[in-house]
């Protein structure tokens, strides 16, 4: 049995308004009959008895039956787009769900055009394209109405319809291949262009933007070269369709006349014939017209499927007892983010076995050398990263068990490239809870030693930091990302190189930060080599090579390794000494030999 999930539920919720809006559809097609009809009595009866009153009566007919068919539209086109709030409000949030944890899986995945995907198939399902497809099934009513004008006015019809419908097969089979290539290949390139502008003071500083520029229009004009050869042969098509329709119209109305000379239809039937056939085509003419959103529909609509069948709902997690702040990591074994395996089958390990504890109250420091796995630690302590093995836990649980936003509420985490978003300085502190208090967001500013630093800015809290948090330096992004790990005092507070971009009172400010979460009982694990930071530690963990060198109290670990200094430093005097030439004897005169 096929899982269930957020995707096919939205579209069953869409089935069900497509069941009502075919019933309209079928009768919005009958009233389409209204022109024809009309058209036929006007030629073969009013003209024919020159009688006023009937030409005012079955005009007033017409257009009561157009007013209902106009109405029928309305509601067909309403009952469509109400289904696409529907369906947008059920994919909203499992989507955005989604998005992130694909995201952290594979972070160069450029899941966030998923949500894009969404607004093409919702925008595809409730415009003009889909209406070609619900009328389209009415087509062979209106051919069986040519037919029954004439035989002969309904092989034209019918013929017209299979060359314009074999038409719209070829473009199909003409663009789809080059249509899915130029849609994988401007992904691409729009997630280059949105990684790499985000770098744009290292691109002027470098010098880099015009071999960054050539390999973005290398990338661009792939995706119009395959865009142009796509749209020139649809183009030709469309031409084609455009000629066989205007001849078709040409082949119907000579065909009535030569009936109608014939004295075996009547001049109204030709007209009426030729308005029939063009209803009939109308539904074909516009399925190959909006071929390209039904292609691009049906893109984003495999790609939902994709990421919708590939991530399952998160699980609904039991309310835990809020978290003391005891972290505990026992063989823990991580991989890159969407690496892929070597010749022995496995993945390359960034952390290999790392195995510590941290008690509440006590501040941990991360040392280690550049790529020795420090912030990937970080990611797993924060539940950003899935473990390839071992575990994290808090309290005893595996994070992975927590609730994510019970979790979230009780744990702080500041990166090492603090990222704000859009939005004042305030909501960014409280993290953009609705019902967070000025009271708490002040609160955090002066534990993170921000206040005084925010009032400095033009509005005040009230300052849009701007995308990415552009509007701020990188001092003041820190600590605003400071503020923001701390809001609310949580139990574990997680920060990856907290100084890097901070003055000397920053520092200050931050040191009195970690002395007063430690008072207050609140666990701490900084990455940092900082001595006056280190000072403050109980713990200590030094990573190499992703795995663990030592990891004990800080004061016996520093102690121990300025002991070994000062021995291997006595080591290599002594081997210096030991290693020196002897002196050469002095010879007194006194000891000369007498002639």
């Known amino acids: 049995m096929k899982a269930t999930t957020p995707l096919s539920q939205a579209y069953g919720k869409f089935r069900a308004v497509f069941g009502a809006t075919v019933l309209f559809s079928f009768f919005s097609n009958i009233l389409m009959f209204v022109g024809p009809l009309y058209m036929l009595q006007v030629y073969d009866r009013v003209l024919a008895s020159r009688n006023e009153f ?12 157009l007013v209902a068919y106009g109405l029928l539209e309305f509601i067909r086109s309403k009952l469509l787009v109400r289904a696409g709030l529907q369906f947008d409000d059920m994919l909203a949030n499992p989507a955005f769900n989604r998005v992130i944890r694909h995201q952290l899986a594979s972070p160069n995945s450029g899941a966030h055009a998923t949500l894009q995907d969404i607004d093409r198939v919702r925008e595809f399902m409730t415009g003009q394209g889909i209406l070609a497809f619900f009328d389209a099934p009415w087509v062979p009513l209106f051919l069986a109405l040519c037919f029954a004008f004439h035989p002969w006015l309904g092989m034209v019809a019918t013929v017209g319809a299979l060359i314009i419908f074999a038409l719209a097969l070829a473009n199909e089979f003409a663009t789809r291949g080059l249509l899915a290539e130029a849609g994988n290949a401007n992904a691409g390139a729009s997630h280059f ?3 790499t502008v985000q770098n744009a003071e290292v691109i002027r500083a470098l010098g880099m933007e015009k071999q960054l520029t050539n ?9 119009l070269d395959k865009q142009a050869k796509a749209s020139g042969r649809a183009g030709a098509i469309m031409a084609s369709t455009k000629f066989v329709r205007m001849s078709l119209q040409i082949a119907i109305l000579g065909m009535g006349a030569y009936l109608a000379i014939l004295q075996e239809i009547s001049p109204g039937i030709m007209i009426a014939a ?14 190959v017209g909006q071929w390209k959103q039904f292609v691009a529909a049906r893109q984003a609509h495999k790609r939902l499927t994709n990421i919708f069948g590939s991530l399952n709902d998160e699980e609904d997690r039991m309310q835990l007892p809020d978290p003391k702040g005891n972290l505990s990591v026992q063989g823990l074994v991580a991989t890159a983010p969407g690496a892929k395996a070597g010749a022995s089958g496995a993945k390359p390990a960034l952390l290999k076995g790392i195995t510590f504890s941290v008690n509440q109250g006590e501040v941990l420091a991360v040392i280690g050398p ?4 420090k912030s990937t630690l970080v990611r797993h302590l924060v539940g950003a990263a899935q473990p390839a093995g071992g575990s994290v836990r808090l309290d005893g649980t595996e994070l992975h068990h927590w609730d994510a936003e019970q979790l979230g509420r009780h744990m702080g985490y500041m990166p090492q490239d603090v990222k704000l978003f859009r939005g004042s300085v305030a909501e960014n502190i409280s993290r953009f809870i609705p019902d967070a208090g000025d009271a708490e967001v002040t609160a955090a500013a002066q534990l993170s030693g921000a206040y005084d630093m925010i009032q ?4 005040g809290y009230d300052t849009d930091v701007g995308d990415g948090g552009q509007s701020l330096s990188g001092g003041q992004r820190q600590r605003v990302g400071l503020a923001r790990a701390v809001f609310r005092m949580p139990n574990l507070v997680v920060l990856d190189e907290p100084n890097s971009n901070l003055d000397a009172q920053g520092e200050q400010a931050l040191a009195a930060c970690i002395q007063e979460l430690k008072k207050q009982g609140k666990t701490v694990v900084l990455v940092t080599h900082k001595a006056n930071l280190l000072a403050l530690t109980d713990k200590t963990l030094m990573l190499v090579g992703g795995s663990v060198e030592k990891f004990g109290p800080t004061r016996e670990m520093f102690a121990q390794q300025a002991q070994a200094q000062q021995q291997l430093q006595a080591q290599k005097e002594q081997q210096e000494k030991a290693a020196a030439p002897a002196a050469p004897a002095v010879v007194s005169m006194s000891d000369k030999p007498r002639a």
């Not at 030729?274 to 003419?285: D, K, T, W």
């Not at 550049?370 to 796995?373: F, K, T």
């Open 215 to 223: 390999r973005w229009v290398a990338q661009h004009d792939d995706v």
């Open 456 to 459: 400095t800015l033009a509005e």
């Open 193 to 195: 262009v949105n990684t």
């Open 54 to 65: 009937t030409l005012v009566m079955i005009s007033g007919i017409a257009v009561a039956l």
């Open 370 to 373: 550049s790529g020795s796995g």
């Open 274 to 287: 030729s308005i029939v056939m063009g209803r009939a085509l109308a539904p074909v003419e516009q399925a």
